[in-house]
C-alpha cells in the first residue's frame, strides 16, 4: 500500500463548479499536509499549508484534515479556467530532521470547461 | 522577493555521461532539497541539505549525490547517466529544521533526457 493515495483522474468540470480533490494516507505520523498545484512544464506552487486537522481557508480555496480517518482535501469554489492544472496533494512527518521529506500523491489533472 | 532559481532549464545527455544541476534557494532560505518527478514514479525524494550537510536522503542509487553551499546555493550530481534518469528535477527550499522546514517552494525544475 502506497503512504499517500490520491484519486487519478482526470477531472473535467464545468467553470463555476465547486471541485473536490482528495487524498488518503496510510502513516500516521503525517502531521504536516500541504497542496500543490502545478501548470503544465512548470515547478509545483505551493496553495495550502496546514498542520492541524480541520479547515483552513484561502480565498476560494479551503483545505481539509482528518488525521482520524487519515483523508484529506482541497475545495475549490467557483473554479475557474485558470484553476486548470494537476494538483498534488503532499505531506510530511513531525518529528525534527524528517520533516523536510515531502512524500506526494500522484497527482490530480483538473480541467474547468468555460 | 525572487523565487527559487534553476539552471539550467533543459538539458539532454548521453548514457554514461554525468550532469551537474544548480539551485539558488529563496532569499533567507537555509534548507534546499531535490526532488525527482517522472510521469510513473510522480514526485520523489532525493535529498536535501542545509547548513552545508546533507540531514536526509530519499531511497535513490549512490550515483545521484549533492552539496551545498555556504550562500545556501545547492547543487546535484548524477553519475553515469542511465536512460532511467530522464526526468523533471525540482528543488524546493524552505527556511530551515523545524515547523517550517515541510514548508518548501518548488523552482521550475530542470528537464533532463539521457539518450
Known amino acids: 500500500q502506497k503512504e499517500v493515495e490520491q484519486d487519478p483522474g482526470p477531472l473535467s468540470v464545468p467553470e463555476g463548479a465547486i471541485v473536490s480533490l482528495n487524498c488518503t494516507y496510510s502513516n500516521s505520523a503525517f502531521q504536516y499536509f500541504m497542496w500543490y498545484r502545478q501548470y503544465s512544464r512548470k515547478g509545483p506552487e505551493l496553495l495550502m499549508y496546514t498542520y492541524s486537522s480541520g479547515n483552513k481557508e484561502d480565498g476560494r480555496f479551503t483545505a481539509q484534515v482528518d488525521k482520524s480517518s487519515k483523508y484529506i482535501s482541497l475545495f475549490i469554489r467557483d473554479s475557474q479556467p485558470s484553476d486548470s492544472a494537476t494538483y498534488l496533494c503532499?505531506?510530511?512527518?513531525?518529528?525534527?530532521?524528517?520533516?523536510?521529506?515531502?512524500?506526494f500523491g500522484k497527482g490530480i489533472t483538473l480541467s474547468v470547461r468555460p | 522577493k525572487a523565487g527559487v532559481t534553476q539552471t539550467p532549464r533543459y538539458l539532454i545527455k548521453t548514457r554514461g555521461q554525468q550532469v551537474t544541476l544548480s539551485c539558488s534557494p529563496i532569499s533567507g532560505h537555509r534548507s534546499v532539497s531535490w526532488y525527482q518527478q517522472t510521469p510513473g514514479q510522480g514526485l520523489q525524494f532525493l535529498f536535501e541539505y542545509f547548513s552545508e550537510t546533507q540531514r536526509n536522503k530519499g531511497n535513490f542509487p549512490g550515483r545521484f549525490s549533492g552539496r551545498q553551499f555556504s550562500n545556501s546555493r545547492s547543487e546535484m550530481n548524477v553519475s553515469t547517466l542511465e536512460l532511467g534518469d530522464s526526468a523533471l528535477y525540482l528543488c524546493?527550499?524552505?527556511?530551515?529544521?523545524?515547523?517550517?522546514?515541510?514548508?518548501?517552494?518548488f523552482g521550475p525544475g530542470t528537464r533532463l533526457t539521457v539518450t
Open positions: 503532499a505531506m510530511s512527518p513531525y518529528y525534527t530532521g524528517a520533516n523536510s521529506k515531502l512524500t
Open positions: 524546493a527550499s524552505s527556511l530551515g529544521p523545524g515547523q517550517g522546514a515541510s514548508e518548501q517552494y
